[in-house]
């Protein structure tokens, strides 16, 4: 646990190396299961076995692309190869979507990865087709495309591979630094206005970033990959999402400060939100791993969602509302007045598309 933080004597060991300390039933699941926490006397001796083991889990779904109908999200469609993911991150708002599978949203969703081996050829697919107008993709939205699976599996270098054959623009988003093995086809991308990238930094406190997301990039790697990315000429932007007050709301100019020195062109960020099971979790998590300043912690989150752990209008579940929100707000404007000043993320080029796509179809 962070330095300064004490332990309850009769509170079990603190499971290093994942993030949800517990594994909620699915609603959806048959077999009902106990809320409980894993029997703490074998985590020492199982930690790469048994219940603690990732698994991966081969999907063969009928589509890939997502109509993104929200309306705080920019682009219109998303794409995700994969489903939980191994990061662990205790805030996740994807966590909620495990239960669909009849998984838990808790541990279940870090260790039972489902891999969607044909997600290349169902966007291939799409991509093809006379009908298919080009708008920007969401790679990702969901969890992280670039998850540790990603070196098993590749599917996201395919996809990349796709998007180019194509010439249809992507917009990535990760936390892991193993964004850069695809450079080369970045690079291609780019040079079009075909892509962006966003990295996921939540902190510039590396203690805090091992307990917050337990199998993610350091903050120095991503902090670099930020750099490496410029240098190469792709437009890089950063979010800092999600704010969690009280954790990492005071690290906004330092942040941004940070990123823009590294060649970031711009930034974003989200307030935490705790629906669904995530709430459980992560109030669990907290106590365990910081139990002095859980309280806090809490009541601050819920001072920016009117009371709520959890928001759901779509209005404001990204911003909160308060005197906190507006504080945060407000330090993120005067950061980026400082220090992204005249920066601008170039648009996506939509017309390129339709003409390598008629040129392609000009051989059959």
């Known amino acids: 646990?962070?330095?300064?933080?004490?332990?309850?004597?009769?509170?079990?060991?603190?499971?290093?190396?994942?993030?949800?300390?517990?594994?909620?039933?699915?609603?959806?699941?048959?077999?009902?299961?106990?809320?409980?926490?894993?029997?703490?006397?074998?985590?020492?001796d199982e930690w790469d076995d048994g219940e603690l083991k990732t698994q991966y889990l081969e999907t063969h779904p009928k589509t890939i692309l997502n109509k993104v109908e929200s309306p705080d999200i920019p682009l219109e469609w998303s794409l995700n190869p994969y489903q939980?993911?191994?990061?662990?991150?205790?805030?996740?708002y994807a966590r909620n979507t495990h239960p669909y599978w009849g998984y838990s949203a808790g541990l279940d969703f870090e260790r039972k990865i489902l891999v969607?081996?044909?997600?290349?050829?169902?966007?291939?697919n799409e991509l093809k087709k006379k009908t298919w107008k080009a708008a920007p993709?969401?790679?990702?939205?969901?969890?992280d495309i670039y998850q540790p699976a990603e070196r098993k599996f590749q599917i996201t270098r395919e996809c990349l591979e796709v998007f180019w054959k194509?010439?249809?623009?992507?917009?990535?988003?990760?936390?892991n630094s193993l964004v850069l093995r695809d450079l080369d086809l970045l690079e291609k991308l780019a040079s079009e206005n075909l892509c962006h990238v966003a990295i996921s930094i939540t902190t510039l406190q590396e203690e805090l970033r091992q307990y917050l997301e337990p199998r993610t990039a350091t903050v120095n790697q991503r902090l670099k990959t930020v750099e490496t990315l410029s240098k190469a000429g792709i437009p890089?932007?950063?979010?800092?999402?999600?704010?969690?007050?009280?954790?990492?709301?005071?690290?906004?100019?330092?942040?941004?400060?940070?990123?823009?020195?590294?060649?970031?062109?711009?930034?974003g960020h989200t307030l935490v939100r705790l629906n669904g099971d995530v709430a459980l979790i992560f109030e669990d998590w907290i106590r365990k791993?910081?139990?002095?300043?859980?309280?806090?912690?809490?009541?601050?989150i819920r001072d920016t969602h009117g009371g709520n752990l959890h928001e759901y209008r779509s209005s404001v579940r990204m911003r909160g509302e308060g005197n906190i929100a507006e504080i945060i707000h407000a330090q993120f404007r005067v950061a980026k007045e400082k220090y992204l000043k005249d920066r601008k993320m170039p648009a996506f080029n939509l017309d390129l598309h339709v003409r390598h796509k008629s040129a392609q179809m000009s051989l059959f």
């Open 166 to 175: 194509y010439r249809h623009p992507v917009g990535l988003i990760t936390k």
């Open 137 to 143: 993709v969401m790679f990702a939205g969901n969890t």
């Open 236 to 267: 890089t932007f950063v979010m800092m999402a999600p704010i969690i007050p009280g954790l990492n709301d005071h690290e906004v100019l330092p942040l941004v400060k940070a990123v823009a020195e590294r060649g970031a062109i711009a930034v």
């Open 84 to 92: 939980g993911c191994e990061h662990g991150c205790i805030y996740c």
């Open 116 to 124: 969607k081996r044909n997600a290349a050829q169902l966007l291939e």
């Open 1 to 44: 646990m962070l330095k300064g933080q004490k332990s309850s004597p009769n509170s079990p060991p603190f499971l290093k190396g994942r993030g949800a300390q517990i594994n909620p039933t699915s609603k959806y699941e048959k077999v009902v299961r106990s809320q409980e926490p894993l029997d703490w006397a074998l985590v020492a």
């Open 289 to 300: 791993a910081m139990p002095d300043r859980a309280d806090r912690v809490l009541n601050r």
